[in-house]
Nanobody, 127 residues
């Protein structure tokens, strides 16, 4: 089964940028629909972005639309989350996840669709 490891978390000032990476092993990332979720203490984990198995379809939470971009590099077996115009409310632990998808064009907003999860990486946005 696929294992996922997130990289690239850290600290950024409001208005700044960070790029998160999620490296897959034990499976090819292009065989799955993949997503990013985030969680802050005391809150439910929430959907951030997702990309379909084909890489042709993406979806974003309204709170990050226009600021975050999800992409995939099949050669590196890695998915990315480019985060721009960061806000303090983006502070959270970010998780990468992979889902089995029967269609290459589907992506998923619900955590229930994702069978495989990384351990998360902390992102802190503050001045």
């Amino acid at each position: 089964q696929v294992q996922l490891v997130e990289y690239g978390g850290g600290w950024a000032q409001p208005g700044g940028s960070l790029r998160l990476s999620c490296a897959a092993s034990g499976g090819t990332v292009s065989s799955y629909a993949t997503g990013w979720f985030r969680q802050t203490p005391g809150k439910e984990r929430e959907f951030v972005a997702a990309i379909s198995r084909s890489g042709m379809n993406t979806g974003y939470a309204d709170s990050v639309k226009g600021r975050f971009t999800m992409a995939r590099d099949n050669a590196k077996n890695t998915v990315f989350l480019e985060m721009n115009s960061l806000k303090p409310e983006d502070t959270a632990v970010y998780y990468c996840a992979a889902a089995v998808a029967t269609s290459p064009y589907l992506w998923f907003r619900s955590q229930a669709n994702y069978a495989y999860w990384g351990r998360g990486t902390q992102v802190t946005v503050s001045s």
